[in-house]
């Protein structure tokens, strides 16, 4: 029996076996600690019965975890020379299919109903690539695909950002953009020592799970991420001024201070100190007065 593919020594064996060289361009860094691993798992939940879907397997020391515990994994990487690597290492897991593709050009929706049943309670489980983690999470998030939860490794920082709550300087349109589709948390925190080769920041957990309602009430959402954005702009600035430079003019200001006083929002408050139902009040009371 192989030891896992996590252990040092065997990713040391099987990157030796290919000549395998990292690129740092496609954000390759490895886990090579198994009891981290298991940790992420564990944060997913899965059933014998659910369906699992990684994206960036590496060599394969996630989705044989993944693998080990769920029906059916499916993984994008989008690095050819690892497409050979992954049929040997994950060959004693059948139900693991790999394809060959950059997830963000993917069309999700249809790899899962391909893949899995349908209603399969279904988890986005991922050590994801750095340099490309918000767009990922944004696609995933945004395409409102059938899946229960996302549990992935990024970035601390990032991961703090996202879980951020109103009056913390880490809040913000990142905040509310993924808080507005998921509860987030983040699950624990990783040092850098777990990956090869090591990165240069810290990393963290985050599970994110996916609301089946929006939390708010909405005449038009991209208006409302269009109020965010502006609120935001300048941090410094108060809700006021953010909202008369970049969004409606400083020939508006009465109009954005009725708007202000209707809501109940002072407006020399700072956007990071808004809710997100605050946010949707105000943003519902300005696209009412839109022409
Ligand atoms: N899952 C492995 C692990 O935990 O050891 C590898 C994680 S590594 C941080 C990120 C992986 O994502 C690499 O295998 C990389 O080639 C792949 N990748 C990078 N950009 C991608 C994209 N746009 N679509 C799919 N995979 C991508």
């Not at 860094?29 to 009891?35: A, K, R, T, V």
């Not at 939940?45 to 879907?53: D, F, H, R």
């Not at 893949?115 to 340099?131: C, R, S, T």
């Amino acid at each position: 029996m192989n030891k896992e593919i996590s252990t040092p020594f065997r990713t040391k064996e099987i990157l030796a076996k290919y000549g395998f060289t990292f690129k740092k361009s496609l954000g390759q860094n490895f886990l090579i600690d198994s009891n981290v691993l298991t940790k992420i798992v564990d944060q997913a939940e899965l059933t014998p019965e659910s369906g699992a879907i990684e994206i960036g397997p590496g060599i394969g020391a996630l989705t044989e975890k993944l693998a080990k515990r769920s029906k059916k994994v499916v993984a994008f990487e989008i690095d050819q020379r690892l497409i050979p690597i992954l049929e040997d290492t994950l060959s004693p897991y059948p139900h693991v299919t790999i394809r060959h593709s950059d997830v963000l050009a993917a069309d999700v929706h249809q790899v899962i109903s391909e893949e899995f049943d349908e209603g399969q309670d279904l988890m986005v489980v991922a050590n994801l690539p750095y340099y490309v983690t918000t767009p990922i999470l944004m696609k995933l998030l945004e395409e409102k695909l059938p899946v229960r939860g996302i549990v992935v490794m990024i970035q601390k920082e990032v991961a703090e950002r996202i879980a951020a709550k109103p009056g913390s300087k880490e809040y913000g349109s990142l905040s509310l953009a993924v808080q507005y589709h998921a509860i987030a948390r983040t699950a624990l925190t990783v040092p850098k020592t777990v990956f090869v080769p090591k990165p240069n920041v810290d990393s963290a957990v985050l599970h994110l799970e996916l609301r089946e309602e929006p939390p708010v009430d909405l005449m038009s959402e991209s208006y409302f991420f269009e109020v965010i954005r502006a609120s935001f702009g300048q941090r410094r600035k108060t809700l006021l001024n953010n909202l008369q430079n970049n969004l409606l003019g400083k020939e508006n200001k009465p109009m954005i201070e009725e708007v202000l006083s209707e809501t109940g929002i002072d407006g020399k408050r700072r956007g990071e100190t808004l809710s997100m139902e605050e946010f949707a009040a105000l943003s519902n009371a300005f696209y009412k007065r839109k022409d």
